[in-house]
């Protein structure tokens, strides 16, 4: 089969995924073997290629919001079968026995497993998942719609419940990529306000087409404070900004997997009034169902650019460098 191959780190601008073919993978007992169709890119994936998260093997195929096909199913696998849609996101195991997975914080499992980074990912014509890890795709959602939902979408959503916002509350967003522009159509649907601050002329324009009801720069002061507010963006020293535009009592949930040196924050300025500062870690199997079910009701659409396989080094580029609108997805 055709797939994107990393084998050591580098700069994203330099083509660091190569063209091979290898063998199909095989699935064990309890696993699922998709054809894959479409697979999404995420900063995650720049992450790893750059090495600001260590690979855990090489070479490796990334990615990691997988939709496609069952081509055939393990022995031990009950949920699908050959023909069915299903999706395959960054969680990928968990012990199922921890005392974190007791109590349904399986994101928080210290043997948890992640799709392109402890497994082969979908940046491939075939990748596995475990059957009770892949998500049943609506059918209400193409393949290149429904992709960039298994991670942006599922992060997103996740942020959004730990920010604590309420229905038809004041929400602040900052950075505005696949996972934000998700994450407003979310909170729209739920008759939020939505701020945004981020940077490049064509994300403003993006906002404001999907109904932000303002936005500026990166580091711009708001024009209210918010109830609530996520960052997306890899940027630390944003935090005191974000901060210093909570209202007391609010929530500023921290969304990325990997993030700059946060500066020194004044405790009055920053902190004080109840203000709370948290991060959002990977995500559950049930923040996924939850997220597809209210895509389908209130017909949340990514706004997608789609690139062949074979370009998968050109949309990483353009990621890294933010001339991307919305979401960049893999068309397998």
């Known amino acids: 089969m055709q797939a994107m191959l990393l084998r050591a780190p ?19 007992a309890d696993e699922l073997l998709v054809r894959v169709a479409a697979c999404g890119i995420c900063r995650t994936d720049l992450h790893v290629i750059e090495g600001e998260l260590p690979m855990r093997r090489s070479p490796l195929i990334l ?126 649907a739920r008759a939020c306000e939505v701020y945004v601050c981020t ?25 209210v404070k918010v109830d609530a507010a996520i960052i997306f963006a890899p940027a630390g020293d944003l935090v005191p900004a974000a901060l210093a535009n909570l209202d007391r009592g609010g929530t500023l949930a921290l ?14 300025e920053h902190l004080f009034y109840e203000r709370t500062l948290r991060s959002v870690t990977a995500s559950t199997r049930q923040d996924g169902r939850e997220l597809l079910d209210e895509a389908s009701r209130i017909a949340l659409r990514p706004v997608v650019t789609t690139f062949p396989l074979r370009e998968a080094n050109v949309a990483l580029a353009q990621l890294r460098e933010d001339r991307i609108d919305g979401s960049g997805v893999l068309v397998v």
């Open 63 to 188: 990615g990691h919001q997988v939709v496609g096909t069952v081509e055939t199913s393990g022995a031990h696998c009950t949920r699908f079968r050959a023909g069915d849609r299903v999706g395959i996101a960054w969680l990928r195991r968990s012990c199922g026995r921890c005392r974190y997975c007791a109590v349904g914080r399986e994101n928080l499992c210290d043997a948890a497993e992640f799709t392109g980074y402890h497994a082969d990912g979908g940046y491939a014509r075939y990748a596995t998942v475990p059957d009770a890890f892949a998500y049943a795709i609506p059918d209400a959602l193409a393949d290149v719609e429904a992709a960039p939902l298994l991670c942006a979408g599922i992060i997103g959503y996740r942020a959004l419940r730990l920010s604590e916002v309420k229905r038809g509350g004041r929400l602040g967003l900052y950075g505005f990529g696949s996972s934000a522009h998700v994450t407003l159509q979310v909170a729209r």
């Open 10 to 28: 580098r700069s994203a601008l330099d083509a660091p995924l190569s063209l091979q073919e290898v063998d199909p993978p095989s699935p064990r």
């Open 255 to 268: 969304a990325g997997i990997h993030m700059s040196a946060i500066p020194s924050l004044d405790y009055a």
């Open 199 to 223: 940077r490049g002329a064509r994300h403003r324009d993006l906002a404001r087409r999907l109904g932000a009801t303002w936005v500026g720069g990166a580091r711009e002061r708001m024009p």
